[in-house]
């Protein structure tokens, strides 16, 4: 059990290469959507009731229930109620050159995180690639761990829908991706580009900065383009959660026909 | 202090009157955008001199400044740090109808909020309404109370920019907008209207709804559309400050040469 609670911890996660996936959407979603990735299901009496279904695709899927007590499920956690559910999951696995085999995709749609440290911020910009079909979402080796538990859980299941890949250093990434032929757009409230004017049918990557400070120069620099979301005057800026999401919605109208 | 403590709960708030703007974002945008609203303002020595040019806007504009200990300031606050700076402001006045002044003036774009509850989502739909020009936001009986600490804080002083009015009952405010020729369209994932087909250039309110479940089938049908943000198949939903983000995202587009 001891050994489940460390993994709320960066250390303990990266030590053990796994990760907790807690409540029932985020199990449910993993067992759906990455059942390979999935280690064991722990589930407490109540849960197995209400949660029957999903339960009974963990065991068609091949994967172990385990059934623990409420108090043992919550000595398992850190924080928060996972309603009597919780998946222990494995780390993408480090080393091989997960970028590399998404490049030779073809991906059309990419975000690339630099930097975001709020794990509700991250959540939500994963949430947001997901759904306007984004192809995977990369994220610097300086952005939170979008691991923790607190990421997992606002990403609304999304982590386990489309590949995210972490731990890489901007700058190889950002040449990466355009020596694929895929164009590097970053957000940023200081852009000259307007979002609306620009043709987004072909494919391209969203590069997103702190909720704070934005995007450094020498990031906005190596992009193609620097792109703003024209907002009224007397508002600062958009959060980047929400500047993900509109720049992504516009990307999926744009893409949509050409895809 | 006990008396501004208690502004940290509804009852509390309206009891008295008042509600609290807390930390430097919040205190500067109040001061600049709504000074009439601020009853005293709060500061730590070191925010003082921290702030010195936010507070010295606030003595400009004739507001009374008063130091306070960092101990003091703790105990006037519930939650958080606010960084040595707060103002007790004014709960907008009761009783007037102040739905009618707003719909006499004549508004291309408002947003509804019906039931929404989470004070981060609130706050997020708040910010997006001033980012992208709203004249107002209308909040039901039934949402979350937007002057609570959470919700003031997470509209990154956007509660200060435009009116926002609460307390209404949904089914009359339908009406009323409908009566002045304002468009009311339901952004639901039900909706078979899809947001890019729709016409944006003429006066329109935004009816949003719960995150969990979304609208009522009455508030649905007593709008004029309901329409859905396209997204994969494998999303269950966006949450309803990604989906208020879109839509006024579009709506702006499409009002910005009208207006």
């Known amino acids: 059990m001891r050994a489940v609670r460390a993994l709320g911890r960066r250390q303990g996660r990266d030590r053990a290469g796994r990760f907790l996936a807690e409540g029932p959407q985020a199990v449910r979603e993993v067992i759906r959507h990455a059942a390979d990735r999935v280690v064991d299901v722990y589930a407490t009496g109540e849960?197995?009731?209400?949660?029957?279904?999903e339960l009974a695709e963990a065991r068609d899927r091949g994967l172990r229930v385990v059934p623990v007590t409420p108090d043992v499920l919550a000595a398992m956690v850190q924080t928060d109620t996972p309603q009597g559910l919780l998946a222990v999951c494995r780390l993408p696995a480090a080393g091989?050159?997960?970028l590399g085999d998404l490049l030779a995709g073809g991906p059309?749609?990419?975000?690339?995180?630099?930097?975001?440290?709020?794990?509700?911020?991250?959540?939500?910009?994963?949430?947001?690639?997901?759904?306007?079909g984004a192809d995977a979402v990369l994220v610097s080796e300086e952005s939170v761990d979008v691991h923790?538990?607190?990421v997992v859980r606002s990403t609304a299941g999304s982590l386990f829908h489309l590949p995210v890949l972490t731990g890489l250093p901007i700058a190889a990434t950002l040449e990466r991706l355009r020596a694929h032929g895929i164009r590097t757009l970053a957000a940023d409230g200081s852009g000259q580009t307007e979002?609306?004017?620009?043709?987004?049918?072909t494919p391209h990557a969203w590069v997103l900065g702190n909720e704070a400070w934005g995007l450094p120069d020498q990031v906005?620099?190596?992009c193609d383009e620097v792109v703003r979301v024209p907002i009224h005057d007397r508002v600062e800026s958009l959060n980047v959660a929400m500047c993900a999401t509109v720049c992504?919605?516009?990307?999926?109208?744009?893409?949509g026909a050409a895809r």
Chains 1, 2 share one sequence.
């Open 148 to 150: 923790a538990p607190k």
């Open 47 to 53: 849960a197995g009731h209400r949660y029957a279904e």
């Open 248 to 255: 992504l919605y516009a990307s999926a109208g744009s893409l």
């Open 96 to 98: 091989a050159d997960a």
């Open 195 to 201: 979002l609306a004017s620009l043709d987004l049918r």
């Open 108 to 132: 059309s749609l990419l975000v690339l995180l630099t930097n975001v440290r709020d794990p509700g911020n991250a959540g939500t910009v994963i949430r947001a690639a997901d759904a306007f």
């Open 220 to 222: 906005r620099a190596q």
